[in-house]
Nanobody, 120 residues
């Protein structure tokens, strides 16, 4: 059974930092690209960051570069998202995504999400 369990969300003040975690099970983690997405109220889900299976490559949308850092620990089957200088516009539900390299649509997995709220 595939599971992606996010944690680390919460309420923070503008300018603060937060690290999210996602623990994966039930699929070939070391052959999967892992990503973080987020969805704010009334908006579409957007990609935040992606990391390739061996952790040697990452990519971010231009709007996310500089403040967010994705990393992974393959032995722990866990990915992380370090978020610095958070702003109210970063408020969203953050989702963990796994996509098996070379797989089909059935090899695309999502977690339940963790809420991040940035407010004074």
């Amino acid at each position: 059974q595939v599971q992606l369990v996010e944690s680390g969300g919460g309420l923070v003040q503008p300018g603060e930092s937060l690290t999210l975690s996602c623990v994966a099970s039930g699929f070939p983690f070391t052959r999967s690209a892992m990503s973080w997405y987020r969805q704010a109220p009334g908006k579409e889900r957007e990609k935040v960051a992606r990391i390739i299976p061996n952790g040697g490559g990452t990519d971010y949308p231009d709007s996310m570069k500089g403040r967010f850092t994705i990393s992974r620990d393959n032995p722990k089957r866990t990915i992380y998202l370090r978020m610095n200088s958070l702003q109210p516009e970063d408020t969203a539900v953050y989702y963990c995504n796994a996509r098996l390299i070379g797989g089909g649509p059935e090899d695309d997995y999502w977690g339940q999400g963790t809420q991040v709220t940035v407010s004074a």
